[in-house]
């Protein structure tokens, strides 16, 4: 057995979510094909047309001349036939390693970054280590009376506290993907279906409730390389906050916990944070 494959619970899986921009795909699975920590590349694809040959080619191409010198890094489709922003986390069976990364297709972090968080991670397997830090305002009352909002990146700020980090750029173990889809409560993914938007949320509800610990915020440099999606529509933040609502009443309780912690790069100085989602 080659020490790669021994070594491989040191190492990550990169799940990329992406929906019809093969420009930024190609950026980003041309970043991260040369960190040092990475196994192999699962691309989330949810389109009516499978890729092409052309753009497969230029995938395998570009992963293996990035990769390390006798490292082969396996690149992977996962078909959907359904369009679903749950598919982003649908149970992989194959993988090999117990750590995923997962990030969307507009956001590049610096491998240093990423390897960093991985480290994080790996001293607490059981939570999420993001990059990307969000907030819910609010108590819990009795009767369940609570109202909760959803707070962005300047809440976070304001407040020095954060109780999610978004999977748009973040670590968790593969179980959470087969929790996600056979044990959450069906509810929350046929409103993530309905309404477009949530997923995140709900997998940081999925983790805290399995764990009842917080996230870790690792504060790296971010380079966005695409528009903000489904966050630049009006409402956003309302519709985020009533998903955080729902949430908390499926599950019959508040389960996320806030934490004060963050990690900082020092290459972060200078850079701001991502205010999507």
């Known amino acids: 057995m080659s020490p790669w494959k021994r070594q491989r619970h040191h190492r990550y899986t990169l799940v990329v979510n992406t ?5 930024l795909l190609k950026q980003s699975i041309s970043h991260y094909a040369s960190c040092t920590g990475l196994d192999s590349i699962h691309i989330v694809w949810g389109e009516p047309n499978w890729p092409s040959d052309l753009l497969l080619d230029f995938l395998q191409h570009t992963v293996q001349s ?3 010198v006798g490292k082969k890094i396996e690149l992977k489709f996962d078909i959907n036939k359904e369009t679903s922003l749950n ?3 649908k149970e992989i069976k194959d993988l090999k390693t117990d750590a995923i990364f997962s990030i969307d297709d507009d956001v590049v972090f610096p491998c240093t970054s ?8 790996q001293s ?7 990059f990307v830090p969000r907030i819910h305002l609010g108590e819990e009352k009795k009767q369940n009376l609570s109202h909760y909002t959803y707070g962005g990146w300047l809440s976070v700020w304001w407040m020095g506290t954060y109780s999610m980090v978004l999977s748009k750029a973040a670590f968790f173990h593969k179980k959470y993907l087969g929790l996600y889809t056979n044990q959450m409560p069906s509810t929350i993914r046929d409103y993530v279906s309905k309404i477009r938007n949530c997923e995140d949320i709900a997998m940081s509800f999925l983790v805290a409730n399995e764990t009842g610990a917080p996230p ?6 971010i380079l966005e390389i695409g528009s903000t999606g489904i966050s630049g529509l009006g409402g956003h933040n309302k519709r985020r906050s009533e998903c955080v609502n729902k949430f ?3 599950y019959g309780h508040m389960p996320l916990v806030p934490n ?4 900082l790069m020092a290459e972060t100085v200078g850079f701001g944070e991502s205010n999507s989602h």
């Open 19 to 23: 929906w019809k921009r093969n420009d």
């Open 248 to 250: 908390s009443i499926e």
């Open 124 to 130: 607490a397997p059981k939570t999420m280590v993001g």
């Open 66 to 68: 990035k990769a390390r």
């Open 114 to 121: 990423v390897e960093l968080a991985f480290n994080v991670w």
């Open 87 to 89: 598919n982003r986390f």
């Open 260 to 263: 004060f912690m963050k990690l």
């Open 216 to 221: 870790i915020w690792v504060k790296g440099k």
